[in-house]
């Protein structure tokens, strides 16, 4: 059964850094493109980055600059690195996964919380 687990949210303050983990189990994703998402209160999921089997990335314009994905394949982990955090960046953060090379996201993880303080 394929899962994803996201960790690494928490409480923060406007200006820190954080680095979420999503851990990948079931299978091997090291030729998939793996993503994060986000779903601030009482708005629709928004798009957060992505990054492809060869490490190529894509950020939202509102993170671009700031966040920065990266990933491990032999410990099939994604991290999404999360700098000068501000309050609107508070949000359940999902990290989803797609086939092999690229499709749909068709793996979500369960989310972990962010929340920002200003």
């Known amino acids: 059964q394929v899962q994803l687990v996201e960790s690494g949210g928490g409480l923060m303050q406007a200006g820190d850094s954080l680095r979420l983990s999503c851990a990948a189990s079931?299978?091997?994703?090291?030729?998939?493109?793996l993503g994060w998402f986000r779903r601030p209160p009482g708005k629709e999921r928004q798009f957060v980055g992505s990054?492809?089997?060869?490490?190529?990335?894509s950020y939202a314009d509102s993170v671009k600059g700031r966040f920065t994905m990266s990933r491990d394949n032999a410990k099939n982990t994604v991290f999404l690195l999360l700098n000068n955090l501000k309050p609107e960046d508070t949000a359940v953060y999902y990290c989803?996964?797609?086939?092999?090379?690229?499709?749909?996201?068709?793996?979500w993880g369960q989310g972990t919380q962010v929340t920002v303080s200003s």
């Open positions: 989803a996964a797609t086939p092999a090379y690229g499709g749909g996201w068709i793996y």
């Open positions: 990054i492809t089997w060869s490490s190529s990335t």
């Open positions: 079931g299978r091997t994703f090291s030729r998939n493109t």
